[in-house]
């Protein structure tokens, strides 16, 4: 059975970290395919780049990883772009796919506030969860609140990465240095389409 990884994000850029943890998800749970789900209007964020100029940067990205693969789903179909339809939709595009939701430990513990989480979880073969280094704590809380979740949690070991967009952002519109953030290929588009240098919105936006 083919093995999907359903990897989410707004990724305003997609930066090095996003790479490495798509990487260590893709080794530990055995995935043959990481599917990079580019949200085109997210319910819980404003204020990001444009949906055509995010998706060549993630095109540029993932283009030599052949296990990496771009996903339109969340970007071909009218707002709000809730997990629980994305996965219902790559279940009929996939319809013999294992897929494996990828998400970080904080998104673990925010996911009973989710758009109908039980149903999400149900809709899910499995939940890789990508934990920092010591992160050894159980959300038992978490898992007694939704039935089934921790007979579905697979944890991601992930090594330290202290690169997060929003800094990435802050960096450029403030003129500091970035370029080693990012992939070469996505670090010459942003340059040349001057991408942050005026954002004044850049503290309001929560990226991986």
């Not at 780049?49 to 993932?62: F, G, K, N, Y």
């Not at 994305?86 to 897929?99: F, G, H, N, S």
């Not at 990465?161 to 519109?173: G, T």
Request: glycine share 6%.
């Amino acid at each position: 059975m083919l093995r999907l990884g359903v990897f989410g994000g707004t990724f305003d850029p997609p930066h090095i970290g996003h790479l490495i943890l798509a990487a260590e998800a893709q080794h530990q749970l055995a995935l043959e395919r990481v599917l990079w789900v580019l949200a085109a209007n997210p319910p819980h964020k404003h204020g990001y780049s444009p949906v055509e100029r995010r998706l060549a940067m993630v095109q540029t990205a993932i283009a030599r990883e052949p296990r990496f693969v771009l996903s339109r789903v969340d970007i071909d179909r009218p707002p709000p772009h809730y997990a629980l339809d994305t996965v219902r939709i790559l279940r009929e595009v996939y319809p013999a796919a294992e897929l494996v939701y990828l998400m970080g430990s904080d998104s673990l513990l925010d996911l009973p506030t989710w758009h109908r989480p039980r149903d999400f979880v149900e809709a899910c073969d499995a939940l890789g969860v990508v934990r920092r280094p010591g992160e050894t704590a159980t959300p038992d809380e978490v898992f007694r609140s939704l039935p089934g979740l921790r007979e579905k949690v697979r944890f991601v070991d992930a090594p330290l990465l202290q690169i997060a967009s929003r800094d990435i952002r802050a960096r450029a519109a403030s003129g500091r240095p970035f370029r080693y953030f990012l992939p070469e290929g996505v670090y010459e588009l942003v340059r040349a389409w001057g991408l942050y240098a005026r954002r004044t919105d850049l503290t309001g936006l929560r990226d991986l």
